[in-house]
């Protein structure tokens, strides 16, 4: 156990928080995978240069983390006072969320079992 009133505790706990412009999407429809191949060609990329290679990505996953990465400049430029020329992104990463469980019927009454899979986006932007 922690040492310390309640309050004293929540203090010290909000005096290591991360002061980095973020957001987070949960809940996404898409699999950790999927999202991952989109993720490793953006990561470490400055914000314009990130939003181009979303826009001509063809995979699916690449819509949803561009409006994410959208929110994240916005974050940035009206929560912290960031210029968006020196943005660059810091981390991306996509954790696995809750699986949706559906049955379809297969041959001589078996049922098949189909796993649609969620993940939890997140990406972490830093100024230059």
Avoid: W
């Avoid at 980095?20 to 470490?44: E, H, N, T, W």
């Avoid at 078996?110 to 993940?119: C, G, L, V």
């Amino acid at each position: 156990m922690a040492k310390g009133h309640r309050s004293q505790i929540k203090r010290e706990r909000n005096a290591n928080k991360d002061t980095r412009p973020s957001a987070k999407l949960s809940y996404a429809r898409v699999s950790v995978q999927k999202a991952c191949f989109v993720l490793d060609a953006i990561r470490g990329k400055d914000v314009d240069t990130a939003l181009a290679i979303l826009a001509y990505n063809p995979r699916y996953a690449s819509s949803v983390i561009k409006k994410l990465l959208e929110s994240a400049i916005a974050n940035a430029e009206n929560n912290n006072g960031m210029n968006r020329d020196n943005l660059y992104i810091a981390e991306c990463y996509a954790g696995k969320g809750p699986t949706m469980k559906r049955v379809r019927p297969r041959a001589q009454g078996r049922a098949y079992r189909i796993e649609k899979r969620m993940s939890n986006i997140t990406i972490v932007l830093d100024e230059r």
